[in-house]
């Protein structure tokens, strides 16, 4: 065989190879604002930007949150939490690519990366094991409550400083969405009983007496 039967078999392609390992610097770097003509200033939509990627990265977490209890959820009520903590994640899911097309839509770039993400999060991390669905709950509530906190102070801002699309997705998704969620998990450590009432004390004495005096 030929020394160049490789490049001779290669000739007339060039045009249909990927041309591979390519490398060049960014065409915006993380924290500047591409102007839009989206009738906002720049300093409007740099403040809504550096907000809505605190809420991103918080989001995020939150959304990995549920779907490692999804997957790490134990006990009786095991099917029924399962595919809650999965419909959770899914709507997280949502207002994950809500939030970070707003940021981009603000000429902004958006928070995309784990560890880009970790290193923003306020929401406290949880261990690697396997926890009791108490445990579970009460963390995920935990969290809403910081995202919560954080997106009623950003959509006043964002009234503030004249950005509506901003304060109605904080608002009408972000705020709503994480209300509802907060509504389904909290019932969930409300303690009452399963099967037997429990009968007020006054009830509880007369059964008591009338049991004894038989
Ligand atoms: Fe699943």
Redo the contacts with the bound molecule.
């Keep these: 065989m030929p020394k160049d039967s490789k490049t001779n078999n290669q000739a007339g392609t060039e045009r249909s190879c990927p041309i591979l390992h390519q490398h060049a610097h960014e065409i915006q770097p993380y924290g500047k604002i591409a102007k839009l003509p989206i009738a906002l200033d720049e300093a409007t939509c740099a403040q809504s930007v550096e907000n809505l990627n605190q809420v991103l990265a918080d989001t995020i977490t939150l959304r990995d949150m549920y779907k490692k209890h999804?997957?790490q959820v134990a006990g009786h009520t095991f099917y029924q939490i399962?595919l809650l903590f999965?419909k959770h994640y899914e709507e997280q899911n949502e207002l994950v690519d809500t939030i970070a097309e707003r940021i981009q839509s603000l000429g902004g770039i958006s928070l995309a990366m784990a560890h880009d993400v970790a290193e923003t999060t306020i929401i406290p991390r949880p261990p690697r094991g396997r926890e009791e669905v108490p445990v579970q709950i009460s963390r995920l509530l935990e969290a809403h409550e910081f995202v919560l906190k954080e997106a009623r102070t950003m959509a006043k801002q964002a009234v503030d400083s004249g950005d509506d699309g901003t304060n109605d997705l904080l608002v009408s998704d972000v705020i709503r969405t994480n209300e509802l969620q907060v509504w389904f998990l909290a019932e969930h450590l409300v303690d009452v009983p399963l099967v037997r009432a429990d009968a007020p004390t006054s009830e509880k004495d007369t059964k008591s007496k009338s049991a004894s005096a038989r």
Excluded: A, M, S
């Design positions: 999804h997957w399962h999965d």
